[in-house]
């Protein structure tokens, strides 16, 4: 498929967690809309390489490197592979990946609380630094954090996850401070539910792919009643979302968390 209206053209873009579902759709809109996407991930290698092939077959370059980002110098290594992938040039950074496990507050282990904390703040943090010394060399760029509604409206069992992502809502605000007088914007991104396949790691008789609806009903039921938009998000509606904040059209936009969520954060509480 060629570029939609070339809005990202002659852009390097790092898509991290680009083998899960939000992280595949943010990278092949990226891809549409014409940056070459390097995809990280840690484990997913066969749907990175599956993501990567789509792009290709559609005309557009595309890269796959593992990483895991808990680890500070691999993460350094990440980026600076994916820089020279893009011969020298990194023009945007998507931080995607993250984990969301369940565990009550009154039972959790420091150690679990440190592992999401790692995973979904410190690689933020490590990465968004890496970056940002190949962009202010190179003119500038963006970076945009994959947050949560769960930043400000937390949820049963995701105390460690909603403290995770309200602090890397709060580094994108503190990073745009910092890396604005460089060319570099800072933004987030705070999906509420997103619908894709194999959600949560189910999977239906004989191995087959269920959507979220299958895996969790109950709570896509809820959902469904309370959100204005009247559905589940899709991976393409965060990209549509990452596409616009690395793109010239945001060009004064940093600092600024982007809220996709279908317009269920309006509801009232009481």
Request: charged share 20%; net charge neutral.
């Amino acid at each position: 498929m060629p570029a939609v209206s070339g809005l990202l053209a002659g852009q390097v873009a790092l898509v991290t967690g680009a083998g899960g579902g939000i992280g595949r759709g943010i990278a092949l809109r990226f891809a549409e809309e014409g940056a070459a996407v390097a995809l990280h991930c840690r484990t997913s290698v066969e749907a990175a390489r599956e993501v990567a092939a789509r792009i290709r077959g559609m005309g557009g370059r595309a890269v796959v490197l593992r990483a895991d980002l808990t680890d500070e110098d691999a993460a350094r290594r990440l980026v600076r592979e994916a820089a020279e992938w893009g011969e020298g040039r990194l023009t945007a950074l998507v931080n995607n990946a993250g984990v969301q496990p369940t565990r009550e507050l009154a039972g959790m282990t420091a150690a679990e609380w440190r592992a999401v904390v790692d995973a979904n703040l410190s690689s933020v943090f490590v990465c968004t630094q890496a970056a940002a010394e190949v962009m202010r060399e190179t003119g500038g760029g963006s970076v945009t954090h994959i947050a949560s509604i769960e930043a400000t409206h937390p949820a049963p069992q995701h105390a460690h996850y909603c403290a995770s992502k309200a602090a890397v809502v709060m580094h994108a605000r503190s990073a745009a401070l910092e890396y604005g007088p460089h060319g570099i914007r800072v933004n987030t991104v705070s999906p509420g539910l997103i619908d894709f396949p194999r959600a949560l790691g189910s999977a239906g008789a004989g191995g087959t792919p269920i959507g979220l609806a299958e895996a969790w009903p109950e709570g896509v039921r809820r959902w469904q009643r309370a959100v204005p938009a009247g559905r589940l998000g899709r991976p393409e509606d965060v990209g549509d979302a990452c596409v616009f904040l690395a793109c010239p059209l945001a060009s004064w936009i940093t600092g600024h968390d982007l809220v996709v969520d279908g317009g269920v954060s309006a509801r009232p509480t009481w």
